[in-house]
């Protein structure tokens, strides 16, 4: 089983997010210290709570602005993974622990002890816990979201021309029809036949010329599939195929003609039909 921690993990984040990101995480910080008044808070006035507890929003912020506008562009590199994304908010955690007792320490400075800075620093990581871990589930659903997304087979897209000149490279022929209404063409030596719809009938149209010219004016009609040295079909009429590799033939709607597919187009015909 592959190590989720060694999973590559990159969220290129813009910085309009990263932005909104920093000041959610400042007022985050704030409330939590002025409602749950810890480190005695608490028997101070509550102006001074007030304030004491919006510096602490405002060095968060100011440290948040620093790792990730001037140091991560820095440090995360391409094979950033899960593993260094969670040691990584550890450091600016401890970070923002650190200059968050700095800050108290000048507001109280005869209470600067060192284990009341890894106190400070602990704490920092702990209270960092649950706005961290949304911020990761977030990036991982937009991950997740990106992937499908990038996974996503597309529907093929068909493209049609209203009307079509058909002279399968002959000069003197002049055949316009609507492509929609081509059922296939075949050729016979040096002859093409159109079969086209015409209401409830088929309609033939025979021109000397040849079948690759009249794949070539076809070819902005992105319907048509050439399965044969002799035959190109209209995918729109297409009901199945029928028989394997060897012998695949396709059988087309309205009539009861079995196309063959030669064995060098078995394989794409039958990514597109089945």
Sequence with gaps: MENPFKKPFTVKEPPKERIIFILAFGLFIFLFLFIFKPFGFAQLEVKSQLLICLGFGLVTIFMLFIFKFLIEPIVIKSNWTFGKSIIWGFVIASSIGAANYFYVSLIFPEIFMFRYFLLAVWTAILVAIIPVTISYIISFNKMYRQALKNAAIKPEEVYWENEVNISCGNEKNDFRTNPRNILYLSSNDNYVTIVTIKGDALVKKHMRGTLKAAESELKKNSSFFR???????????????????????????????????????????ARKFR
């Design 227 to 269: 399965c044969h040295k002799c035959y190109i079909v209209n995918s729109k009429y297409v009901d199945h195929l029928t028989g394997n590799i060897q012998n695949m033939k396709i059988k087309l709607k309205l009539t009861d003609l079995e196309i063959p597919v030669s064995r060098t187009r078995a394989a794409e015909a």
